[in-house]
């Protein structure tokens, strides 16, 4: 079962920074590209990065510059890499898992986790 599973949200000051996983069991004969988007009240998500399963990472304006991907394969886990946070980086970040590949347990599917909050003080 593909549900993302996101961790290592928290309080942190303006300057610092904050890596986040995201856990998702996967099958190794399909393909998942990974996303990162964060939400705050009111508004809609916004992506934060995306990186696809050629290994191209697009970035959303928040992160350029700032934010960073990684990836360990043995552990089917995806980091976001945050530094130099803002407060106007407090979200609550969630990650997307989109799945695809030619057999049939492979069959696009579009999975989200519950999120983690990240909150960011001057």
């Known amino acids: 079962q593909v549900q993302p599973v996101e961790s290592g949200g928290g309080s942190v000051q303006a300057g610092e920074s904050l890596t986040l996983s995201c856990y998702a069991s996967?099958?190794?004969?399909?393909?998942?590209?990974i996303s990162w988007y964060r939400q705050v009240p009111g508004k809609a998500r916004a992506l934060v990065l995306s990186l696809d399963n050629n290994g191209h990472i697009t970035y959303g304006e928040s992160a350029k510059g700032r934010f960073n991907f990684s990836r360990e394969y043995a552990k089917n886990t995806d980091f976001l890499h945050m530094y130099m946070l803002k407060p106007e980086d407090t979200a609550t970040y969630f990650c997307?898992?989109?799945?695809?590949?030619?057999?049939?347990?492979?069959?696009?599917?579009?999975?989200w986790g519950q999120g983690t909050q990240v909150t960011v003080s001057s």
């Open positions: 997307q898992v989109r799945r695809s590949g030619s057999w049939s347990w492979c069959s696009p599917e579009e999975y």
């Open positions: 996967r099958h190794s004969t399909c393909r998942y590209d």
